[in-house]
């Protein structure tokens, strides 16, 4: 079996509209998009995978899970106090392991259904383990899974043959769930893991680890036990070496690293303009930026130290609304903090502290 590709987020190749992904997506959309019937219609999540350039519904009972090799499509649709009219925050998800077409797809059809709700929603750009804590208030617990669409949506088998480790690690705020390798280089003694073995559920509970994880693995440990299936809570230092826990691990497992991107704290505003005729992408301010720096008939981008915004002028030409997309993403990889979440925020519509 071939090793997936983790995407280099130094790579700076997302010139994806206009390439053949694009042509690949219309072909495959034809003249409409059935995937897009009663999206945003009423208050609610709905959540979509990338398959094949296909967009195709997740179900609800995965709400939440996330394979790493896909790229997926979030819509979550709401109304403001005392509102009738319907509000859209719209994200496309970067799995560490998806591909160039995939995320791409997903890139592209965002736009599409942001085009199908009349430009109402907020677009934004997530990245798998540096999500927005907006995009994390949906879930109450987020899993990351090993694999892609050609491994389907599955539940965990009574009968496990392939173990599983999972790690668990948050607080009140969210506790995330990742599928990693089963080496015990991994085994963070802050944090809370589930290890399901051929014939047992294990849940191994790091010496310093908060209540908060160890609630959601009891909770996902109750959920995992089937049929026959054992379960045993082990606490870290009382387990003894040649405990059946430990036979799982192998030396040959990956082990997780930390990549430490460096955050900067300076403000800058590029310029993305066709006004010459031609597309441009120019630096407008580093440092000091203020409102009198935007131009109604352009897009810019704007990079805050804890989100990248991309602010569309009402007079902004369709060439330009299309390619913040590729442009935004480009200019991050070239930065110290490529997998920043991404916001797209129209004029007018724009936060009380935007320029602050």
């Known amino acids: 079996?071939?090793?997936?590709?983790?995407?280099?987020?130094?790579?700076?190749?997302?010139?994806?509209?206009?390439?053949?992904?694009?042509?690949?997506?219309?072909?495959?959309?034809?003249?409409?998009?059935?995937?897009?019937?009663?999206?945003?219609?009423?208050?609610?999540?709905?959540?979509?995978?990338?398959?094949?350039?296909?967009?195709?519904?997740?179900?609800?009972?995965?709400?939440?899970?996330?394979?790493?090799g896909d790229s997926y499509i979030i819509l979550n649709t709401y109304k403001k106090p005392n509102e009738d009219a319907l509000y859209y925050d719209l994200h496309f998800w970067i799995g560490k392991y998806s591909t160039q077409?995939?995320?791409?797809?997903?890139?592209?059809?965002?736009?599409?259904?942001d085009t199908l709700l009349d430009d109402k929603p907020v677009q934004h750009r997530e990245v798998m383990e540096h999500e927005s804590p907006l995009f994390k208030s949906y879930f109450p617990i987020m899993t990351y899974v090993k694999g892609g669409a050609k491994s389907g949506f599955r539940h965990v088998e009574t009968k496990v043959t392939d173990p599983k480790l999972f790690h668990f690690h948050g607080d009140k705020k969210g506790v995330e769930v990742k599928e990693i390798g089963i080496n015990k280089q991994n085994l963070d003694p802050s944090d809370v893991y589930i290890l399901i073995g051929t014939d047992c559920i294990y849940q191994w509970n790091g010496k310093t680890c908060n209540k908060d994880e160890k609630f959601k693995a009891t909770q996902h440990c109750h959920e995992l036990k089937t049929g026959k299936m054992k379960s045993e809570t082990l606490d870290d230092g009382d387990v003894e070496p040649d405990h059946p826990f430990y036979k799982y691990f192998s030396d040959d497992q990956p082990v997780e690293g930390t990549t430490n991107w460096v955050k900067s704290e300076t403000c800058t505003l590029h310029r993305l303009s066709d006004a010459s005729g031609n597309l441009t992408f120019e630096k407008v301010?580093?440092?000091?930026?203020?409102q009198s720096m935007f131009d109604t008939n352009d897009v810019f981008i704007f990079d805050k130290p804890d989100v990248c915004y991309v602010w569309i002028g009402k007079g902004a030409s369709p060439q330009e609304k299309k390619k913040w997309p590729e442009f935004s993403l480009n200019y991050l990889s070239k930065s110290g903090d490529p997998c920043k979440p991404v916001t797209a925020v129209k004029e007018g519509f724009e936060e009380n502290n935007f320029y602050n």
């Open 1 to 68: 079996m071939q090793k997936a590709k983790e995407y280099d987020w130094k790579d700076s190749n997302m010139a994806l509209f206009g390439s053949d992904v694009e042509k690949n997506v219309k072909k495959a959309s034809a003249e409409t998009e059935k995937a897009w019937e009663n999206a945003g219609a009423k208050v609610g999540l709905q959540v979509w995978r990338i398959n094949n350039f296909q967009v195709e519904h997740w179900p609800k009972e995965g709400y939440g899970k996330f394979f790493d």
């Open 285 to 290: 301010a580093e440092g000091k930026v203020d």
């Open 101 to 113: 077409d995939e995320y791409g797809t997903a890139a592209y059809k965002t736009v599409e259904l």
